[in-house]
Nanobody
Framework: QVQLVESGGDLVQDGGSLRLSCAAS????????MGWYRQAPGKQRDLVAA???????NYVDSVKGRFTISRDNAKNTVYLQMNDLKSGDTAVYYC????????????WGQGTQVTVSS
């Protein structure tokens, strides 16, 4: 059974930092592209950052220079370091895994809330 468990969400002030973690089980982690998505109230779920199984990252323009995605294949964990947080970053953040045998939309975690107060 595939499980993605996110952690690290919190309430933080504008300009603050957080690190999200997503621990994966039930998949061959080093074969999967891992991604972080976010969904604000009343909005669709959008990609924030992803990292390929080879370690190549990509980011949505709005977080470039502020967020860093990384992975530790030995720990089956993907991270999202978020710096200089803004109120517009407030959302539920979801971990996603796409790879062999996954559904087209990938596997999803339950999400972790990030709230940035101004």
């Amino acid at each position: 059974q595939v499980q993605l468990v996110e952690s690290g969400g919190d309430l933080v002030q504008d300009g603050g930092s957080l690190r999200l973690s997503c621990a994966a089980s039930g998949i061959i982690f080093n074969l999967y592209t891992m991604g972080w998505y976010r969904q604000a109230p009343g909005k669709q779920r959008d990609l924030v950052a992803a990292i390929t199984n080879g370690g190549t990252p990509n980011y949505v323009d709005s977080v470039k220079g502020r967020f860093t995605i990384s992975r530790d294949n030995a720990k089956n964990t993907v991270y999202l370091q978020m710096n200089d947080l803004k109120s517009g970053d407030t959302a539920v953040y979801y971990c996603n895994a796409k790879g062999p045998f996954s559904p087209a939309t990938g596997y999803w975690g339950q999400g972790t809330q990030v709230t940035v107060s101004s």
